[in-house]
């Protein structure tokens, strides 16, 4: 399994590149995992060739949009939700790697 890493372009943009040099962290929380999953399969992503390998991407700013409409950011009953901002996803996501 290639490892990747998820990289800011120039113009906001997100690219996830094969990481080089890596450091073995521990097993993500079952959370953050489904978070990542929604994001991968639900938030529009973009296509393009760099350095002749195939590269899927999304703009951060639609992966904010997409968790704010995700059942985290629905509060259930007793309970607070996940997402209440766009500053919260933004916080969430750079306390995980996730964008």
Request: hydrophobic share 40%; glycine share 4%.
């Amino acid at each position: 399994m290639q490892l990747l890493h998820l990289i800011v372009c120039i113009h906001g943009t997100l690219v996830w590149v094969p990481y080089r040099n890596h450091v073995e962290v521990g097993e993500p929380f079952k959370e953050e995992k489904a978070v990542a999953k929604y994001l991968r399969f639900n938030c529009p992503t973009k296509s393009t060739n760099m350095m002749g390998h195939r590269v899927d991407y999304f703009i951060a700013s639609k992966a904010v949009d997409c968790l704010l409409d995700s059942k985290w950011a629905k509060a259930k009953k007793g309970e607070e939700a996940l997402f209440t901002t766009r500053e919260s996803v933004v916080e969430y996501c750079n306390r995980y790697d996730l964008i």
